[in-house]
């Protein structure tokens, strides 16, 4: 309730709209129910083998297929949780991209969100993305988020909500649809489901990568650990080596 008062005062103060600070608010609000649907949550139904494989969309995901980057029909499943305001997230998200852009006829990358509670500016930037995603843009937003981590994520409120737009423009988006997509139910479950899936895979800090179920412990080594995966799968990367 204190930050709420907070925020109608320097809204106020800054002569901002009685918009811009409704949206603030429900960004607030969205937060809180956010936060008490992760905890019941249940999805005790699936199975631990299947965490490390794609999840079907469902009611509990709003619907929402997982996020896949790669081929379709992987020999390897590269499976990162994420949060946008992770600085080691940002470094290390070129370097998955690049490694599955190699092998790409072989290796799948699946990105689920895992918004850490210190980070109060990362469960807005996973709406931002899931929004652009039920409009077909979701890695270009993606990578945009990582790319542009500091100007957002330092910026003020106003200036914040000024900047996702900017990226919806930048991507072509429908801007009424992506405003509204942010604090639909569908995103909000989508990432609610994603951080429930995380605990039960037992995350705790970002960025976490699986490669094939393996949990990778040196994030430097991950064109390694790719190769040494497909090599395991019967699949050749010398080829790949010399183009």
């Known amino acids: 309730m204190l930050l709420l ?34 905890h019941r949550l249940d999805i005790s ?85 899931e929004a652009a995603g039920l409009q077909g843009k979701y890695w270009e937003m993606h990578d945009l988020l990582y790319e542009n981590q500091d100007a957002w994520s330092k910026a003020q409120n106003h200036e914040r909500n000024d900047i996702f737009m900017g990226y919806a423009k930048q991507l072509k988006l429908d801007e009424s649809r992506f405003n509204n997509d942010l604090s639909s139910d569908r995103v909000l479950q989508k990432i609610s489901f994603d ?14 990568i699986f490669i094939n179920g393996k949990k990778v412990e040196d994030l430097n080594s991950i064109d390694t650990e790719v190769e040494n995966a497909l090599k395991a799968a019967g699949v050749s990367t010398e080829e790949k080596k010399a183009e």
């Open 5 to 38: 008062l907070e925020l109608i005062w320097r809204t106020r103060m800054n002569g901002k709209t009685w918009g811009v600070f409704i949206a603030i608010v429900v960004t607030i609000l969205g937060g809180m129910v956010y936060l008490s649907v992760t």
């Open 45 to 129: 139904d699936i199975a631990k083998d299947q965490l490390t494989k794609i999840i079907p969309a469902e009611k509990r995901n709003g619907d929402i297929q997982e996020h896949t980057f790669g081929s379709d029909k992987p020999k390897v499943i590269i499976i990162e949780y994420g949060d946008y305001q992770c600085p080691g997230c940002r470094t290390v998200a070129p370097r998955i991209k690049s490694a599955v852009e190699k092998h790409k006829d072989n290796v799948q990358l699946i990105f689920r969100n895992f918004p850490l509670s210190g980070h109060t500016h990362a469960r807005l930037a996973a709406s931002v993305a």
């Open 195 to 208: 951080t429930a899936v995380s605990r039960a895979h037992g995350i705790t800090a970002t960025p976490t």
